[in-house]
């Protein structure tokens, strides 16, 4: 069995690793060994010397993200067989082996017992990106074990992680393809095809995790004015036209984002003038644009990346908010969203419930959205519920 160095905890610090939660703070930490070096594997003992767990050790406040709460060797067979389990997750929900869906998500860090991990699967091409240094360093042990696992499945293992790992670990992180390569981006997601920018795209290049509220958006869109705010590739753009809305307007500050939107949209609706869409800031677009839409989707970036930005980010969701409570059409559908993980449920909530009175409008509560079974939450890592959205009928 590989000799792991030991990190030693304070006494009672070991009390929330015995409830499985996967991450050791730093101030919970007495004492390393020598020589531990940033993104080793650990072995966490309590003050008496007793086992808990083997992790990947950071320097910042997360110290250590739990693999395992068992005494073994972390090798490759480790790796297929986390792995393996993600897939099986996938195939009991019906999101992997899909003829009409080839994009989901396959690892989803701590929901799938893989801390600091991600891979999105799009047709032949998985996206792997590292969000801690020990992920980092294991990339290519882990890229062998998914090819293994994921068979005829995935022929192409691009790794994309140069915005995602700590900065100040100064890894010089260059992106790229780390199996195989392609210049086929063309992702489907529920029948409808995608332009999927990993290489300078957002995330992994496309928003897996609105697939099944993009669905419901396509529920309600027919004969309806849509505005979809903040569109990056136009999602729920193309959803809404092919739920058979008389108009779809995209909006983005990013030119970027407005070119991959009109190359999704005539994918799917080659010379459809159905669609526009127009660079241009989210408020600025709000402000000139009165009761002119019947559903109006806010999906913005995430507002607050720490706890440090909370408060400013519940201003910012109830001041967006309020905009697009005062601007949609009378008994219009609101589509809106938070991705900030620090932002709960309730915080979001309360944040709606304001811009709501604020804006003097009548206002229900339709369906209350989260992220979808390929972003599983760790029941015991609650910190992983990130996506929180509501759907409201405004009087």
Known sequence: MTKYKNVYLKRGKEESLKRFHPWVFSGAILRMEEGILEGEIVRVLTSNNDFIALGHYQIGSISIRILTFEDVTIDEGFWKARIQCALNARLAIDIADNPTNNTFRLVHGEGDNLPGLVVDCYGETAVMQAHSVGMHIDREIICKALVDVMGNRIRNVYYKSDTTLPFKADLHQQNGFIHGSTTNDIAIENGVKFHVDWLRGQKTGFFVDQRDNRSLLEHYAKDK???????????????????????????????????????????????????????????????????????????????????????????????????????????????????????????????????????????????????????????YHPEGEYLKGIVLYVE
Not at 288 to 306: G, M, N, Q, R, S
Request: a positive charge.
């Open 225 to 379: 004015s849509v505005l979809n705010m903040f569109c990056y590739t136009g999602g729920f753009s193309v959803y809404a036209m092919r739920g058979g809305a008389k108009l779809v307007h995209s909006v983005d500050s990013s030119a970027k984002a407005i070119e991959l939107t009109n190359e999704n949209i005539s994918l799917n609706f080659k010379g459809d003038t159905r669609h526009e869409a127009f660079c241009e800031d989210a408020f600025k677009y709000l402000d000139e644009h009165d009761d002119k839409y019947d559903l109006i989707v806010l999906d913005p970036p995430a507002f607050a990346k720490h706890r440090g930005a909370l408060h400013n980010a519940l201003k910012g969701y109830t001041r967006l908010n309020v905009k697009g409570l005062q601007r949609i059409k009378k008994g219009g559908l609101l589509f809106t969203f938070s991705c900030s993980q620090v932002v709960t449920k309730e915080n979001f909530r309360n944040a709606v419930f304001t811009a709501a009175a604020q804006s003097g409008r009548n206002v229900r509560i339709l369906h209350q959205l989260h992220q979808p079974a390929d972003h599983p939450i760790n029941i």
